[in-house]
């Protein structure tokens, strides 16, 4: 069994959906296929949500009614006979009129997050309607019947394994099955998501579910690259990756994968592929537990982050203060990136800013807090970084010309992470290529 998973820009067209039944027919393993929403789709669906928080119903209206018109478009341009025709008509109507009835009642989180799951629903109906279309047989496979998160919003791996092996039990001959990413049922059986991204974590569940042989990421760029392509120009992909390293990249804002959806592939040692759907035959990046080559192989970049500096005058680091410190974190469900310490201050990033001001006022029971916004973490991974001589040399003097506000090296063999303002990223980006890749 294998997974495939392919992104928005890879659904997004007609014609590009036409590719994805060509790739999932290429051969006859038994596969998952799983299918993010049209590109822009989310993003659509986020936009009705927000005109509906600030009760701007017709703007709303006019959001839904514009994308709308977008799948009228769409589903004549896929589809060519009468039959199947009719049956996307059925589903685009019943999906628009579900969003169309929202407008009419009272908005709520959990309607908003019924709102957003429209659009996996309709890219995986419109992709399965013309898989009939052709004869090509397949399972529809509902991933609101398998995939749940508990209510800390953390995946039900065991639970999830559980219905998947049930579910294709049903189903021995089969061999092509799809399903949507980024949807889940939540603790209280409403539907959820997995964040945005999140399709590739759904694929990397579903692999380590089912043990599959690989989770194929097939997407609109051909592989992992070495910087964010959307930045600098001169980036290339990388051929090979360790778990670690991947996970490291996707976590510190690598956007070609879902911060989480390295770990379950890791658990179940399972090879993930990030493949070009415009460019099937091109390499792309294999990610396995082997550790290969040495020094720096890419760098990412995390915006959205905010320092905090707590500065007492007394020894700070006396034994348990950076216990109760955290505790404060613990308290609120707040994760933290990077930690530097001196004898008088500890400084923390967080990305979470839901209880900041909570935070705040609990840190200054011990000293002086300081919170900086928008600030960018920069992320250098490679292979036993920490361990390679003159290494951190060459990041430092790769971005000397711009203010470094933190530090964090040796925490792990593969990352050291630097803290700036987010106005520098992209200078400090393309700098860093320069000093680290381009000689
Ligand atoms: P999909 O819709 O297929 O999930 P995404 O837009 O989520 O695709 O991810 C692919 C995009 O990630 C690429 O088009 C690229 O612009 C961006 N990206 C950012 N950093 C990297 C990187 N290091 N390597 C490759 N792509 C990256
Ligand atoms: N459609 C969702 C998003 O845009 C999930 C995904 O594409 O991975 O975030
Ligand atoms: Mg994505």
Aim: hydrophobic share 40%.
């Amino acid at each position: 069994m294998k997974i495939m998973k392919f992104g928005g820009t890879s659904v997004g067209k007609p014609e590009r959906m036409h590719q994805v039944k060509d790739l999932i027919t290429r051969d006859k393993q038994k596969k998952i296929v799983v299918l993010s929403a049209l590109s822009g789709t989310t993003n659509a669906l986020v936009g009705i949500g927000e005109a509906l928080a600030e009760a701007n119903k017709e703007l709303a209206k006019e959001r839904i009614d514009s994308l709308h018109s977008h799948y009228l478009q769409f589903y004549k341009e896929l589809l060519k006979t009468e039959a199947a025709r009719s049956k996307a008509e059925k589903i685009i109507k019943e999906h628009f009129e579900f969003l169309n009835i929202i407008l009419k009642i009272s908005f709520n989180e959990a309607i908003n997050r019924d709102i957003l799951a429209q659009g996996e629903l309709l890219s995986t109906k419109l992709f399965f309607t013309l898989l009939q279309e052709l004869d090509i047989p397949a399972v529809f496979l509902p991933a609101l019947d398998f995939m749940s998160i508990d209510e800390n919003s953390e995946p039900e791996l065991k639970k999830i394994a559980e219905k998947v092996k049930v579910i294709l039990a049903n189903y021995p001959e089969d061999q092509i099955f799809i399903t949507q990413g980024y949807i889940c049922k939540n603790h209280r059986n409403e539907v959820d998501n997995l964040k945005r991204g999140g399709s590739d974590y759904s694929a990397s569940l579903i692999g380590a579910a089912v043990s599959a042989d690989v989770v194929e990421i097939w997407t609109d760029i051909d592989g992992m690259h070495n910087n964010d392509p959307r930045v600098v120009d001169k980036t290339r992909p990388i051929a090979q990756l360790s778990f670690d390293e991947a996970a490291e990249l996707a976590y510190f804002g690598a956007k070609i994968l879902h911060p989480a959806s390295i770990w379950p592939a890791q658990q179940y040692n399972i090879p993930v592929k990030l493949l070009n759907t415009m460019e099937p035959d091109a390499p792309g990046t294999t990610i396995t537990a082997k550790e290969i080559g040495s020094g720096v192989k890419a760098l990412a970049a995390k915006d959205g982050i905010t320092a905090i500096k707590i500065k007492s005058s007394r020894m700070l680091l006396a034994y348990g203060f950076l216990r109760k410190v955290f505790e404060v974190f613990e308290k609120y469900k707040t994760s933290i990136d990077m930690i530097t310490t001196s004898e008088v201050a500890v400084s923390v990033t967080i990305d979470d800013l839901s209880h900041l001001d909570e935070i705040v006022k609990e840190l200054e029971i011990y000293g002086m807090v300081e919170v900086d916004k928008n600030q960018t973490i920069i992320s250098v991974v490679g292979n036993m970084i920490a361990e390679s001589k003159g290494t951190l040399a060459k990041i430092m003097s790769s971005i000397s010309d711009y203010p470094i506000r933190m530090v964090s090296y040796g925490g792990s063999r593969h990352n050291v992470s630097l803290l700036l303002d987010a106005k520098y990223k992209n200078e400090a980006l393309k700098s860093m290529n320069e000093g680290l890749f381009e000689w």
